[in-house]
T-cell receptor
Framework: GAVVSQHPSWVICKSGTSVKIECRSL??????MFWYRQFPKQSLMLMAT?????????EQGVEKDKFLINHASLTLSTLTVTSAHPEDSSFYIC?????????????FGNGTRLTVT | GQQLNQSPQSMFIQEGEDVSMNCTSS?????WLWYKQDPGEGPVLLIA?????ELTSNGRLTAQFGITRKDSFLNISASIPSDVGIYFC???????????FGAGTTVTVRA
């Protein structure tokens, strides 16, 4: 089945530093990838849609200058949390669709646990 | 995204029991997806439903796409300890490419 790989699986950083999270589709090409954020005991919240070769689309309330998304190839999207603060600590998960049909299921990476101290 | 109401929020079940959870939406869905998330990991797709009335099984899991296209349920038969986790329903609303997620059902199995 479709595999989405996310790296790192966890990261601890100091307040004010930036952290980059990578999301790769291993056995398929993904023109669109999605970045989610999940707080403890809560559901997944869509942050942004990453589009290969063009700008990401951010959900309302998500700061695009804080969460930089780059989708430079058909198999790689990156999320950079800039000037991280403790309130950015969360579980970040990326996902991608196989194919272009809007209702094709999303396949998720294993998530990145970010802790900002 | 669309609003999905998932219930129950949590359940404690005895090993060997059958369990059921459901999801409703205020608008029509063309696709219903059920995912399971284990602690510290990303969600894994269990079942995808594409047609109203569709009933699909995956091992001990069975899910149905409601006739009204506004609801879906997931059944787990003969639960075992590894069924522990959080189950999410999800789907794109009609004409929407984004997935909306239910709040999740946390399943804990008593041995």
């Amino acid at each position: 089945g479709a595999v989405v790989s996310q790296h790192p699986s966890w990261v601890i950083c100091k307040s004010g530093t930036s952290v980059k999270i990578e999301c790769r589709s291993l056995d398929f090409q993904a023109t669109t990838m999605f970045w989610y954020r999940q707080f403890p005991k809560q559901s997944l919240m869509l942050m942004a849609t990453s589009n290969e070769g063009s700008k990401a689309t951010y959900e309302q309330g998500v700061e695009k200058d804080k969460f930089l998304i780059n989708h430079a190839s058909l198999t790689l999207s990156t999320l950079t949390v800039t000037s991280a603060h403790p309130e950015d600590s969360s579980f970040y998960i990326c996902s991608a669709r196989v194919g272009t049909l809007y209702n094709s299921p999303l396949h998720f990476g294993n998530g990145t646990r970010l802790t900002v101290t | 995204g669309q609003q999905l109401n998932q219930s129950p929020q949590s359940m404690f079940i005895q090993e060997g029991e059958d369990v059921s959870m459901n999801c409703t939406s205020s608008s029509i869905f063309n696709t219903w997806l059920w995912y399971k998330q284990d602690p510290g990991e990303g969600p894994v797709l269990l079942i995808a439903l594409y047609k109203a009335g569709e009933l699909t099984s995956n091992g001990r899991l069975t899910a149905q796409f409601g006739i009204t296209r506004k609801d879906s349920f997931l059944n787990i038969s003969a639960s075992i300890p590894s069924d522990v986790g959080i189950y999410f329903c999800a789907g794109p609303g009609a004409g929407d490419y984004k997935l909306s997620f239910g709040a999740g059902t946390t399943v804990t199995v008593r041995a």
